[in-house]
């Protein structure tokens, strides 16, 4: 798991990099890589938070544990399609069915739907982010300070990107704003990995 994380961090700050200095330059080009950069930068955001989160899924399934061994969070990722139909269902029959069918995997090897676990909407807003970090029992305490950044900063700046609006960031400012996206994406990836070395998905008592 170390290395998947290692080369997934390692190619983005790569890649941000490059606009990061062409931003910085002066010249008719500074303009198009800073608007080019913000939407780059939110991409390596949306794109690391995604996949370092289904490297993380990954490791706890190989880990082959009994859902019972699990925390809850991480139960869902491999019952979700019964616990839905208890959360939607207003029939008893059907509610009744899905709890046993529940119960009953308790003591199965836990298998999680990777795939489809982890959903940015496309718009990885601090909102977002806090509900993919809890549904692994990452504490988003650390990252609150920063949530006016990461809606605002980023977010907004990439949709006004995206729809062709006018952009109000310098090369000084985009370079500060790389710098604090890159301390969140450590941070993350620093926490998957306590998390993992902890053993932090599996339930206690």
Sequence with gaps: ???????????????????????????????????????????????????SSEIYLSYVESRALRYRDLKSCFVVFGLKGKIHTLVESRKSLP??????????KMDETATLQITSAVNTDSNLTSKVFSNIAGSLDI??????TRFHLID??????????????????EGGDFSTLVDDILILMRLYKTDIENAASQEGYKRIG
């Excluded at 931003?23 to 690391?48: C, D, S």
């Excluded at 605002?152 to 960031?169: C, Q, Y």
């Design 152 to 169: 605002s900063s980023l977010v907004e700046r990439r949709n006004k990107v995206a729809h062709g609006e006018f952009l109000d960031i």
């Design 139 to 144: 504490d988003t305490t650390p990252y609150e």
């Design 95 to 104: 509610n009744i069915e899905a709890m046993d069918f529940i119960l009953s």
């Design 1 to 51: 798991m170390q290395t998947a994380l290692d080369q997934e961090m390692a190619w983005r700050i790569k890649e941000i990099g490059v606009f990061k200095v062409g931003a910085g330059k002066n010249g008719p080009q500074r303009k198009p890589y800073i608007r080019a950069g913000v939407a780059l930068l939110y991409a390596h955001w949306e794109g690391f938070i995604k996949s």
